[in-house]
Antibody, heavy 122, light 109 residues
Framework: QVTLKESGPVLVKPTETLTLTCTVS??????????VSWIRQPPGKALEWLAH???????SYSTSLKSRLTISKDTSKSQVVLTMTNMDPVDTATYYC??????????????WGQGTLVTVSS | SSELTQDPAVSVALGQTVRITCQGD??????ASWYQQKPGQAPVLVIY???NRPSGIPDRFSGSSSGNTASLTITGAQAEDEADYYC????????????FGGGTKLTVL
């Protein structure tokens, strides 16, 4: 059974750096054509793709947030880490990690973690 | 960059058929994937690729695509299908970016 679980702080202050960890089980981060994505959802709003990383360490970032995001993985620990710098109250959201399947040119996300709500407030 | 446009809200009578659409330039090159999200829950994949359903997704869910429009069809909508639905596609820029639509709130009457 494939599962993903997000962990990290529930509250961060403005200007601080957020570090989130996604711990996966049931598949390996060295599995070709699969990777892990981070996706967020502000309260009552739509999903927003943030970044992904593949087994070959290929990384992609949202154009609008690229300057603030860093994604990395530790295959031995089955973990993917996302950092986001200079947090602002508008970054308050539930942050999800999901496995991305890229067996074709049209990838999909399955399954998803339960999500973790991060609030940005002083 | 790329955008995917969805109708904010759609309603359907119980047992009837409903189509939820997603428009965007990237859909001329890539298939959309569709996600169902119920209140307080994480999204769940319902359709991917040309028209594939993950294990456990009822066969009343189907997908199709034409030009710049992808569609999710629910044939014989059930009360439990009431949810938000999001489409997603690879960005058309040629980079390995990704984009979600704004979501459609489906109400089953």
């Amino acid at each position: 059974q494939v599962t993903l679980k997000e962990s990290g702080p529930v509250l961060v202050k403005p200007t601080e750096t957020l570090t989130l960890t996604c711990t996966v089980s049931g598949f390996s981060l060295s599995n070709a054509r699969m990777g892990v994505s981070w996706i967020r959802q502000p309260p009552g709003k739509a999903l927003e793709w943030l970044a992904h990383i593949f087994s070959n360490d290929e990384k992609s970032y949202s154009t609008s947030l690229k300057s603030r995001l860093t994604i990395s993985k530790d295959t031995s620990k089955s973990q993917v880490v996302l950092t986001m710098t200079n947090m602002d109250p508008v970054d308050t959201a539930t942050y999800y990690c999901a496995r991305i399947n890229a067996y074709s040119s049209s990838p999909w996300f399955d399954p998803w973690g339960q999500g973790t709500l991060v609030t940005v407030s002083s | 960059s790329s955008e995917l446009t969805q109708d904010p809200a759609v309603s359907v009578a119980l047992g009837q058929t409903v189509r939820i659409t997603c428009q965007g330039d990237s859909l001329r090159s890539y298939y959309a994937s569709w996600y169902q999200q119920k209140p307080g829950q994480a999204p769940v994949l319902v359709i991917y690729g040309k028209n594939n359903r993950p294990s456990g997704i009822p066969d009343r869910f189907s997908g199709s695509s034409s030009g710049n429009t992808a569609s999710l069809t629910i044939t014989g909508a059930q009360a439990e299908d009431e949810a938000d639905y999001y489409c997603n596609s690879r960005d058309s820029s040629g980079n390995h970016l990704n984009v979600f639509g704004g979501g459609t709130k489906l109400t089953v009457l």
